[in-house]
């Protein structure tokens, strides 16, 4: 299945309907797809649904000085931003206000998210193109037959998923409740599994061995001028 069309066909066949028989219409059929499409893409942090918005980078001045808004894109997902090639740590919402409020000429190169609102320190020392990577929100066109899903290019496993979910809608319809909640289990089922082999895949990739891995070492104990523990100072049953 990888268009519109053959969703549409594939959820009469297995649930033995048609839409001359008056039960299941074409405007139901579009009004299903439409509700299964966005639970299904919203149920996880798809790696095909992150994309890329830049713009460039320009100090404002007065109320607002220092945010922006990129339509589209879901709310908080901004995890990665840059300006000039130089990437940004994000702060929490509160810290960010914080710093602002007791510091407002510090120049961190930081930024944060309330919603479709990033807000970026006005003060850092950077310029050049601020870029954003975050999930945006897919859509998908009901008038189109050929339309396809999120998932038709990347994971096409997903529109199983999709077709369980307007199953549920469909056995609802028909006051078929049991059968309505087993399909409804199987959509989640399906989407896990394809969530799996996602994380399969990104199990694989490593980190640089420059960078030492995603965790920094430090004391716990007193430590000497060569980075390790001074033993000398340490008890082992102290804790």
Do not use: C
Not at 21 to 50: E, Y
Not at 137 to 151: A, N, R, S
Not at 158 to 180: C, P, Q, S, V, W
């Amino acid at each position: 299945m990888k268009t519109r069309d053959d969703i549409f066909k594939e959820v009469l066949v297995r649930n033995n309907r048609t839409t001359t028989d008056g039960f299941v219409t074409d405007a139901m059929l579009k009004s299903w797809i439409g509700d299964a499409h966005t639970w299904a893409a919203g149920q996880k942090k798809w790696p095909f649904t992150m994309g890329r918005v830049s713009t460039t980078y320009a100090v404002g001045t007065g109320s607002g000085l220092d945010e922006y808004s990129f339509e589209g894109y879901k709310a908080d997902s901004f995890d990665l931003v840059t300006i000039g090639g130089k990437r940004l740590d994000q702060l929490n919402f509160e810290d960010y206000l914080i710093m602002r409020e007791e510091t407002p000429d510090a120049t961190d190169r930081v930024y944060t998210t309330l919603g479709n609102i990033m807000l970026i320190n006005p003060n850092i020392d950077l310029s050049g193109t601020t870029v954003a990577y975050g999930q945006y929100q897919p859509t998908i066109d009901l008038t189109d037959e050929t339309g396809k899903t999120v998932f038709t290019d990347w994971n096409e496993e997903g529109n199983e998923a999709i077709l369980e979910k307007m199953t549920t809608y469909l056995k609802r319809r028909e006051h078929l409740f049991d059968e309505a909640t087993a399909h409804d289990q199987m959509a989640t089922q399906k989407l896990e599994e394809v969530w799996k082999q996602i994380l399969d895949s990104q199990y694989t990739k490593k980190t640089s061995p420059e960078r030492g891995g995603m965790f920094t070492w430090f004391p716990v104990v007193n430590e000497s001028s060569n980075g390790l523990s001074d033993r000398r100072n340490f008890k082992e049953n102290q804790f």
